[in-house]
């Protein structure tokens, strides 16, 4: 299984970018597609999760409100669509898959496979 993410880049605060996330070689659709960020020298923080067939959305308080995910299991993509975005917004962008969990949102260690990584810098 891999996941391929894209879409980052250097913005000014208060625009919007869009992140885009392919994956490929699995069987069957994720239960749950994710979005994660790690801003340098910080840990690893959730943004947004999204359930198979969008069944269920969650959001981190701190994006609540300006980021939407979305995801279209027929092109095996998930987007995040970023508007209104802050400084503090800026961090390496990560998708990844969860095949099973019995929490929601998942933990971060229960997301089977990860992506690469997008740098969005958003400048003030």
């Known amino acids: 299984v891999q996941l391929q993410a894209c879409g980052g880049g250097l913005v000014q605060a208060g625009g919007s970018l869009r992140l885009s996330c392919a994956t490929s070689?699995?069987?069957?659709?994720?239960?749950?597609m994710g979005w994660f960020r790690q801003a340098p020298g910080k840990e690893r923080e959730f943004v947004a999760g999204?359930?198979?067939?969008?069944?269920?959305?969650y959001y981190a308080d701190s994006v609540k409100g300006r980021f939407t995910i979305s995801r279209d299991d027929a092109k095996n993509m998930v987007y995040l669509q970023m508007n209104s975005l802050k400084p503090e917004d800026t961090a390496v962008y990560y998708c990844?898959?969860?095949?099973?969990?019995?929490?929601?949102?998942?933990?971060?260690?229960?997301?089977?496979?990860w992506g690469q990584g997008t740098q969005v810098t958003v400048s003030s």
């Open positions: 990844a898959s969860n095949y099973y969990s019995s929490t929601w949102p998942p933990l971060s260690n229960e997301y089977d496979y």
């Open positions: 999204i359930k198979w067939s969008a069944s269920s959305i």
């Open positions: 070689g699995h069987t069957f659709s994720p239960y749950v």
